[in-house]
């Protein structure tokens, strides 16, 4: 492997009032640096020419530290290509010096915060993220408009000014605003102008935002059971009390949420295509769930995540169109339109809340770079991005259609299917008590990323089954993958043995 | 202005139940979106060809109800440029929807956090973020190698797919982490491996992150007085209570601190260039600080943002680097080194807390785009970052002199100078009682964007002065500047009425 700090000017200094030769000075802080682990294999360092420079002395002294070093082979040359620290040093001479660092005796034990044992811990759960069939999350990578893209990127690269490089608005780009304000007043029904539009990096941090502007410590929350954890790990952070409220095919069950706990502070909902059951809610909750957080003084926090793409049926608009009484935090993310490492959302909040939200914002952190702002603004103006929601939904319509071909085909009665009217994922359920764990681990070493439902739950019944996104996964793999995944589901369980290994 | 969210298909139906026929429902449903201001003047209108598509009926009715709607003056056309709301709209059709929303009367009051408002409200304080002398946190923008960034933008842009656009490693980018650990150790003498290192958004997003990890409610924490603002914000937002500590010449003052309040839960410190004095930790205190930390069971957060730029003596490695107990949370942000909307900061966490740190970010924000992580991996494994620092090392170091000059010239003994060493910025004081509030409202009337310094205090007595940034200020606008402070300065005070005219 080549790495190469390249050029870095070390942080050390002559000292010439001591009697050992420049020389020497610089030989010996290099081996040290070298014995220590400071300079690693491989890094290349400074020209003898910038390190004289820097250090106000004259060329030799350096030249003949350089020399020793790469006699004694703690340096080593390319042909045309300056000067390394040796490959091939002995491993004893290599003492990491971040190891032996923790195992020093801490005098008085290091306190750490009671409220970061609130979240669960970090599991690497091997079906998020992971790319193929059926990761959650991903889009189509293939289908996206590079070409266009990249020459947005290129013209906002090539215009670049002290007004492109300093600290941009807090609340992010106008011109961003705008074309968002847009967009989710006539796609949307969203009832907001481009001032009351706050950009952030993903409706995560939306969420953290209005968990800490909107809670207090032990403030009850309604959550859908099942629900989307990464959001829920947002209001534990906080200090919030979740309260699970059942979903069913009408989206969260609003009357079972007065009985379990009629004064939460806030219904947190994705009222368009629920997460992960797919249902969308219905005008009847919509309206009963606007009217207890009117007469209970609660908010309701939409997400609204994968609104773009229906594929029967008419479109949906927003809850917040359907809000007279500003009581709903509307939140977007261009993650499943766009793509997620984009890393930008945004949030619609109620004009008088904006200078909490501002003010929470910019203690977390100063905004989302406002380049890709900037080059996402032109993306919606320009009409690309009507043309990729157009187009993206036939590509999504028709994986849509192929899965839950499949599915029918090849699962048939042995699971339940939910969601497939929408978005980029439906859920199945098993119908046998099998672990939708354990085989989502074994489905994991055949590059199978089943998200399993019963990890959705917060309380028990865990209902077993899988999440299934179809975004990322063309047609032509739809099948296959199906058919392992009946395999997997007829092997049953696995060992702990087995499972250990398969870790 | 021309706005158009060009293409989106608004969120109606076609109701083939009701007697109304097809043309008239679109135009119906047209006319009430433009009457509640729904779509706006300008907006662009999709296609009659997308729009039957969408709804699934044939194009006659669309083209029905857009003839009337153009004939009525809701739409117009531009010639070979689709069809738009019209500009020319009377005044009274437009009803802005968001308006009268929150003027409707709550049936139960909405509640918000407490902790919201333990963050002192936003001002918007003049001096913050504008362009020209001798704002704070500028970099010298002009000098910024765009040419290099750009074909690396432009390569990475080009060299798009899955993994580049799928979400990315939480912790960061691996190219990026092992850059920025081979760096730390060459030029700061920081003890770290690449896996201890977390990209973040900005410093500001370390210290929440570190904040939330490290401490409770109450937790009382000290910081420098004076100090930076924002980085007070993030603790008083995880309910801290800031222990004001003076700092002199050398530094914080640590015995200061633990007679004031021993038991502490943390100390941050800017050592390596003290924010805003401009003073450099003497090695005495950054072991008395050290050793505090170990007896106590405190946690150090050193916020080295600007350490790249020493001017005289020699370089000074970190805090760091001296601990031998990982007792210090070590943070660092390129928004001075290359420039401030990149949005990119890091954290140097020690190993027994990785998880803890990883936990509570993926909480709050899933980590910064992928893509410019990968550019300024880039940008420093090719050698540019260290020929950058270099360069800037002379620009700044001119800058600093004609600065230091033009003051000694024009103000000599009126003011106190502080910080001269290093950075890009420093400090003077005001050695009679003007109030430099006062002062630097009228000078961001006349584009001169002062800092006071009595903001930077969170207790009394506040020295009046100045913290006056260089970075952005080319070397042949820092006289002129300082003569209008002299005169603004000379001026005296200001009147409230006066005062309320230019705000």
Redesign the interface.
């Known amino acids: 492997m080549t ?11 002559i000292d010439r009032l001591v009697p050992t030769a420049l020389h020497r000075q610089i030989y010996n802080w290099y081996r040290k ?1 070298i014995m220590e ?4 294999p491989g ?2 360092v ?1 020209s003898t020419r ?1 390190l004289a420079k ?1 250090l106000g002395v004259s060329r030799f002294p350096v030249l003949d530290a350089h020399s020793q070093l790469l006699a004694e082979g703690y340096f080593e040359s390319r042909t045309g290509g300056g000067t390394f620290i040796c490959h091939s040093l002995p491993e004893h001479f290599m003492q ?3 190891g032996p ?2 195992t ?1 005796v ?11 044992s609130l ?4 599991e690497s759960s091997p079906w998020v ?1 992971e ?1 193929g069939p059926f990761g959650v ?3 189509a ?2 289908e ?1 408009p ?1 070409q266009v ?2 020459k947005l ?2 013209w906002h ?2 215009n ?9 608005e807090q609340i992010g780009a106008m011109g961003l605003r ?2 968002i304000a ?2 989710l ?5 969203v ?3 481009a001032d ?1 539009i706050m950009i952030v ?2 409706s ?2 939306a969420l ?1 935002i209005s968990v ?6 032990g ?1 009850p929350v309604w959550v859908e059971e099942p629900g989307y954890g ?1 959001a829920r ?2 209001f ?2 906080g200090g919030c009390r979740l309260v699970p409220v059942p979903v069913d095919q009408d989206g969260m069950n609003v009357e079972a949420g007065i009985k379990r706990c009629p004064h939460a ?1 806030a219904a947190l909902v994705t009222p368009s295509h629920q997460f992960p059951v797919g249902s969308t809610m219905s005008v009847e909750r919509r309206i009963r769930l606007l009217n207890w957080a ?6 309701i926090i939409e997400d609204d995540y994968d609104c773009e793409y229906r594929y029967n049926g ?4 927003s809850l917040q169109g359907l ?5 709903v935090i509307y939140i977007g993310t261009f993650s499943k339109v766009l ?5 930008l959302g945004y949030v619609v909040i ?4 904006l ?2 939200f ?3 914002h ?11 702002q900037n080059v996402v603004a032109d993306f ?4 690309h ?3 990729h ?2 187009k993206m939904r036939n590509v999504y319509r028709h994986r849509m259609g192929a899965l839950v071909k499949s599915i029918d085909g090849e699962l048939g009665s042995s699971v339940e299917m939910s969601g497939s009217e929408a978005g980029m994922h439906l859920t199945i359920r098993l119908l046998n008590d099998e672990s939708d764990v354990e085989i989502a681990y074994r489905a994991a070493a055949e590059n199978l990323w089943l998200w399993p439902l019963s990890t959705a739950y917060l309380a028990e019944p865990k209902s077993p089954g899988f999440i299934l996104g179809f975004g ?1 996964t063309p047609v032509a793999s739809i099948q296959p993958a199906i058919c392992k995944l009946r395999a997997l589901i007829a092997a049953g369980k696995i060992s702990h043995r087995d499972k250990r290994l398969i870790c």
Chains 1, 2 share one sequence.
């Open positions: 790495r190469a700090a390249s050029g870095i000017i070390p942080v050390f200094s640096a682990g400071m300079l690693r890094e290349q400074p910038a820097e990491c010096a971040a660092r923790l020093s801490h005098k008085s034990p290091r306190k750490i915060a009671g409220r970061s979240l669960p811990p970090l993220r790319i999350g991903q889009v990578f293939d996206f590079i893209w990249s990127i290129a690269s090539r670049t000014n002290p007004l492109t490089l300093h600290y941009g705008e074309a847009d967009y007043r006539t796609a949307r029904s009832r907001c102008d009351q990096s993903s995560q941090q953290e800490r502007v909107l809670f207090d410590f403030s990464l790990d947002a534990l952070l502070r009117q007469e209970s003084g609660a908010w008419p479109p949906t608009p809000d007279a009484n500003a009581r793509f997620p490492s984009l890393r109620p004009r008088d809340l200078s909490r501002l003010a929470v910019r203690a977390m952190d100063l905004g989302p770079p406002a380049f890709f919606i103006r320009e009409g991005f009507g043309r929601i157009r990322g």
